[in-house]
């Protein structure tokens, strides 16, 4: 039990970096990770690729029928396209209100999770170090690295977290 | 058959007339409603001149009135509201409008400014000062029908002094606006020619070199040094390496961001010059808190990684 409690201790700096690590590839993925769940969502994009191939073929038929011989036919073919235009228009309208509402929802939910793990993080490490350090190998700014713990040698999380931050943002920069 | 009157004009004249004047008057007013002007005639409560406008256009009566109009203008009150202006109307409400976007508070200035913008090659100086002088004609033809009003709102303040400030201040922004421009068309000249082209990249190669470096030196000093002397000499010897060193990559800091807060301190007034050189030495700042970043990082991460494996603390 003590040994266990010994190697969570000595992996938080461990476990900051793959919280950060983590939020960050999240923050990459997300605009893919949105666009999937709203996909998964929204099932009205093969009732509207049915509509415009419907839409598509009454054109063909419209453009076969001489307006001259059959106008009758003709206009209510065209009032037929015109209406079925405008439903999918007020479709595609729907969806994509809701595709950005759920995008919206997504960027906002990841946002407040990714704070209150940071919290989390910074409440539970705010007293004891994320690792320590002999004092004289960090000697002149052994209280800003310790901040706020006070820890004489220790590694404050508050560091720890930019250090881990501003290291991650490099290391992702290929992935974009 | 028309029936003529006293004063040579025959009744339909006379009424087609006041038509058309009140209809002048109309346009006025609804131009004022659409710019968001709130009409002295309202506070007044008997004077309806909507070119005499409120706190924004208050020097800017163009509609001169005369006894007969206010006449004409009773009798056909209620007809004339339910018809629509006739293009008589647009020069002079074109022309209050004009002289009220000229006046001199902060956001007709800013919309004078971004207008500047996006003229900026053509806009010159003279252009302004047309267009400062149309708007003294505009607020000359204020004077002379609305000095009461005008007293009233400004208090004792003269007109010239109340003009003198906003195109003072339009002036001293428009020269650092100037100032700015100058910037802007030195950054663009100094855009990397074709055959140094490759200056962006040789940079970032320069920067991996930097990044590389100080994570080497990280596991140098864990593994070697750090038993006698602090871990942040050898990076201060690094950095010091570094600057020697820079001579020896191609320049790729010419590379100036034009961020906001770059035009925001150059229409402030600091010279581009100091801006540039704060900027270059902010970005030094940030390119060795990087290197430290990485520095540390590694160090910790070396030092942990040594430890899972058992290797003791120096």
Same mark, same amino acid.
């Given at each position: 039990?003590? /040994?266990?409690?010994?190697?969570?201790?000595?992996?938080?700096?461990?476990?900051?970096?793959?919280?950060?690590?983590?939020?960050?590839? *999240?923050? +990459?993925?997300?605009?893919?990770?949105?666009?999937?769940?709203?996909?998964?969502? %929204?099932?009205?994009?093969? /009732?509207?690729?049915?509509?415009?191939?419907?839409? %598509?073929?009454?054109? %063909?038929? *419209?453009?076969?029928?001489?307006?001259?011989?059959?106008?009758?036919?003709?206009?209510?073919?065209?009032?037929?396209?015109?209406?079925?235009?405008?439903?999918?228009?007020?479709?595609?309208?729907?969806?994509?209100? %809701?595709?950005?509402?759920?995008?919206?929802? +997504?960027?906002?939910?990841?946002?407040?999770?990714?704070?209150?793990?940071?919290?989390?993080? +910074?409440?539970?490490?705010?007293?004891?170090?994320?690792?320590?350090?002999?004092?004289?190998?960090?000697?002149?700014?052994?209280?800003?690295?310790?901040?706020?713990?006070?820890?004489?040698?220790?590694?404050? +999380?508050?560091?720890?977290?930019?250090?881990?931050?501003?290291?991650?943002?490099?290391?992702?920069?290929? *992935?974009? | 058959?028309?029936?003529?009157?006293?004063?040579?004009?025959?009744?339909?004249?006379?009424?087609?007339?006041?038509?058309?004047?009140?209809?002048?008057?109309?346009?006025?007013?609804?131009?004022?409603?659409?710019?968001?002007?709130?009409?002295?005639? &309202?506070?007044?409560?008997?004077?309806?001149?909507?070119?005499?406008?409120?706190?924004?256009?208050?020097?800017?009566?163009?509609?001169?009135? =005369?006894?007969?109009?206010?006449? $004409?203008?009773?009798?056909?009150?209620?007809?004339?509201?339910?018809?629509?202006?006739?293009?008589?109307?647009?020069?002079?409400?074109?022309?209050?409008?004009?002289?009220?976007?000229?006046?001199?508070? =902060?956001?007709?200035?800013?919309?004078?400014?971004?207008?500047?913008? $996006?003229?900026?090659?053509?806009?010159?100086?003279?252009?302004?000062?047309?267009?400062?002088?149309?708007?003294?004609?505009?607020?000359?033809?204020?004077?002379?029908?609305?000095?009461?009003?005008?007293?009233?709102?400004?208090?004792?303040?003269?007109?010239?002094?109340?003009?003198?400030?906003?195109?003072?201040?339009?002036?001293?922004?428009?020269?650092?606006? &100037?100032?700015?421009?100058?910037?802007?068309?030195?950054?663009?000249?100094?855009?990397?020619?074709?055959?140094?082209?490759?200056?962006?990249?040789?940079?970032?190669?320069?920067?991996?070199?930097?990044?590389?470096?100080?994570?080497?030196?990280?596991?140098?000093?864990?593994?070697?040094?750090?038993?006698?002397?602090?871990?942040?000499?050898?990076?201060?010897?690094?950095?010091?390496?570094?600057?020697?060193?820079?001579?020896?990559?191609?320049?790729?800091?010419?590379?100036?961001?034009?961020?906001?807060?770059?035009?925001?301190?150059?229409?402030? @007034?600091?010279?581009?010059?100091?801006?540039?050189?704060?900027?270059?030495?902010?970005?030094?700042? @940030?390119?060795?808190?990087?290197?430290?970043?990485?520095?540390?990082?590694?160090?910790?991460?070396?030092?942990?990684?040594?430890?899972?494996?058992?290797?003791?603390?120096?």
């Amino acid at each position: 039990m003590v /040994h266990c409690s010994i190697m969570a201790a000595s992996c938080a700096w461990l476990l900051v970096l793959s919280s950060v690590l983590l939020c960050n590839l *999240l923050k +990459i993925l997300l605009p893919s990770f949105s666009s999937f769940i709203s996909r998964l969502l %929204q099932k009205d994009a093969e /009732h509207e690729s049915q509509m415009r191939a419907e839409i %598509q073929n009454m054109k %063909q038929e *419209l453009s076969a029928i001489s307006m001259m011989d059959e106008f009758a036919r003709y206009a209510r073919l065209e009032r037929k396209i015109n209406k079925m235009t405008d439903k999918l228009k007020t479709n595609v309208k729907t969806r994509t209100a %809701q595709l950005a509402k759920v995008k919206w929802v +997504i960027n906002i939910g990841f946002y407040i999770l990714q704070a209150a793990l940071m919290i989390t993080l +910074i409440w539970k490490y705010y007293l004891e170090p994320v690792t320590i350090l002999p004092s004289k190998w960090i000697t002149p700014l052994e209280r800003l690295v310790a901040f706020p713990t006070g820890v004489t040698g220790g590694v404050g +999380i508050t560091c720890w977290l930019v250090v881990c931050n501003k290291v991650v943002s490099i290391m992702l920069v290929p *992935l974009g | 058959m028309e029936q003529e009157d006293g004063g040579g004009l025959s009744a339909s004249q006379r009424r087609a007339e006041a038509r058309r004047r009140k209809l002048l008057l109309n346009s006025e007013q609804r131009m004022s409603q659409i710019m968001g002007f709130h009409s002295l005639g &309202d506070a007044d409560g008997g004077d309806r001149d909507g070119a005499c406008l409120g706190s924004r256009g208050r020097d800017l009566c163009s509609w001169p009135r =005369s006894p007969s109009h206010l006449d $004409n203008e009773s009798k056909i009150e209620p007809k004339v509201h339910h018809e629509q202006p006739k293009p008589d109307s647009l020069p002079v409400s074109s022309m209050s409008k004009r002289g009220a976007n000229m006046s001199g508070d =902060s956001a007709t200035l800013t919309g004078v400014s971004e207008h500047r913008s $996006n003229v900026l090659s053509e806009v010159k100086r003279s252009n302004l000062g047309e267009i400062m002088d149309s708007f003294s004609k505009t607020a000359e033809m204020a004077n002379d029908n609305s000095s009461e009003l005008r007293h009233r709102h400004r208090g004792d303040l003269p007109s010239e002094t109340a003009e003198r400030g906003p195109r003072h201040g339009l002036d001293q922004y428009l020269s650092r606006f &100037d100032e700015a421009l100058k910037l802007r068309n030195q950054m663009i000249s100094e855009k990397p020619s074709p055959e140094n082209g490759n200056s962006a990249e040789e940079f970032d190669s320069f920067r991996i070199f930097r990044l590389i470096g100080s994570a080497l030196l990280a596991i140098g000093v864990r593994v070697f040094i750090c038993k006698y002397l602090s871990i942040f000499a050898p990076f201060l010897t690094l950095q010091l390496a570094y600057m020697g060193l820079s001579k020896y990559f191609p320049k790729g800091d010419k590379k100036t961001k034009t961020t906001v807060l770059t035009a925001a301190l150059l229409l402030s @007034g600091i010279p581009a010059e100091v801006i540039s050189r704060s900027m270059d030495t902010y970005s030094k700042m @940030g390119d060795v808190f990087t290197d430290l970043c990485v520095y540390f990082f590694t160090f910790i991460f070396c030092h942990e990684t040594l430890g899972f494996f058992g290797l003791a603390v120096p």
